[in-house]
T-cell receptor
Framework: DAGITQSPRHKVTETGTPVTLRCHQT?????MYWYRQDPGHGLRLIHY???????DKGEVSDGYSVSRSKTEDFLLTLESATSSQTSVYFC????????????????FGPGTRLTVL | KNEVEQSPQNLTAQEGEFITINCSYS?????LHWLQQHPGGGIVSLFM???GKKKHGRLIATINIQEKHSSLHITASHPRDSAVYIC???????????FGQGTRLTINP
């Protein structure tokens, strides 16, 4: 299994509080992604990173920010959590040659279940 | 309309049945992925296709690039195959994947 961990694995918080989720990899992969998974929507990309300090928005980036100061760590921050951000969050990694050039095979972390009350 | 559509959304079958899950997409792609998500939540990659067919054990994945369609087949299905199966495509020239909504498969003993 690819070395990807997420912390915390479960979190319950209150509306308006800041929350930071951490993704850590030991594979030295260039690309890292944050997704959220909700019933009826499948996996949706929040933000991704294509290198240290290089990040870009995904399709559902409002209310989220990210940082990547080291290759191995990708942080997702909810500046002021809302109930609509209750979800399961997955981190994934890939490299230019993951699965063969041009295929972008991604390896997923175990997920973080976040509940915003 | 979603760029990646899967059917059916839910499928229940008896152990031993032959299973087919379909994925249609509307964009040009360089690769298509089939992923499996078990009830515990973990997501693993099953197949990656850019043409033709791939087989791994009882699982077979096919893709028809001209028709923009892929199928995932499971032969001699077993209760341990119960999971959500997710199709994802990598658009040509893009790094990101676009995911279907998933097909929830339940195999009863």
């Amino acid at each position: 299994d690819a070395g990807i961990t997420q912390s915390p694995r479960h979190k319950v918080t209150e509306t308006g509080t800041p929350v930071t989720l951490r993704c850590h990899q030991t594979e030295n992969h260039r690309y890292m992604y944050w997704y959220r998974q909700d019933p009826g929507h499948g996996l949706r990309l929040i933000h991704y990173s294509y290198g240290v300090k290089d990040t870009d928005k995904g399709e559902v980036s409002d209310g989220y920010s990210v940082s990547r100061s080291k290759t191995e760590d990708f942080l997702l921050t909810l500046e002021s959590a809302t109930s609509s951000q209750t979800s399961v969050y997955f981190c994934a990694i890939s490299d230019t040659f993951s699965g063969g050039r041009g295929s972008n095979e991604q390896f997923f972390g175990p997920g973080t279940r976040l509940t915003v009350l | 309309k979603n760029e990646v559509e899967q059917s059916p959304q839910n499928l229940t079958a008896q152990e031993g049945e032959f299973i087919t899950i379909n994925c249609s997409y509307s964009v040009g792609i360089s690769a298509l992925h089939w992923l499996q998500q078990h009830p515990g939540g973990g997501i693993v990659s099953l197949f990656m296709l850019s043409s033709g067919k791939k087989k791994h054990g009882r699982l077979i994945a096919t893709i028809n690039i001209q028709e923009k369609h892929s199928s995932l087949h499971i032969t001699a299905s077993h209760p341990r195959d119960s999971a959500v199966y997710i199709c994802a495509v990598k658009r040509q020239g893009a790094q990101k994947l676009v995911f279907g909504q998933g097909t929830r498969l339940t195999i009863n003993p």
